[in-house]
């Protein structure tokens, strides 16, 4: 099982980006997925949730100006994010809780993260 992130980027202060995440491999069910961040020289730290039934949760710094969502068909999850902030730049990364094919267990994987830069 893969993750890959992709979408990050250079936005000008306002911007916008979408970012993609999608899993591939041995996929059975997928669960909760989210997205996480990492600012330089901080610790990684959550942005967004959203449930295999579509129920999400955000980190008050990007509530209402990220959008998280999925599409279980394509076991893809996306992060709409407006009105960047320079604060917002960080390697985002996805993170979603599948189960394999012939598994019984649900399990943590991650994504290589993408670059998304706030800058004028």
């Known amino acids: 099982v893969q993750l890959q992130a992709s979408g990050g980027g250079l936005v000008q202060p306002g911007g916008s980006l979408r970012l993609s995440c999608a899993a591939s491999?041995?996929?059975?069910?997928?669960?909760?997925m989210r997205w996480y961040r990492q600012a330089p020289g901080k610790q990684r730290e959550w942005v967004a949730t959203?449930?295999?039934?579509?129920?999400?949760n955000y980190a008050d710094s990007v509530k209402g100006r990220f959008t998280i969502s999925r599409d279980n068909a394509k076991n893809m999850v996306y992060l709409q994010m407006i009105s960047l902030k320079p604060e917002d730049t960080a390697v985002y990364y996805c993170?979603?809780?599948?189960?394999?094919?012939?598994?019984?267990?649900?399990?943590?994987?991650w994504g290589q993260g993408t670059l998304v830069t706030v800058s004028s």
């Open positions: 993170n979603a809780e599948i189960r394999r094919y012939r598994t019984d267990s649900f399990i943590n994987y």
């Open positions: 491999g041995s996929i059975f069910n997928i669960n909760d």
């Open positions: 959203i449930s295999s039934g579509g129920s999400t």
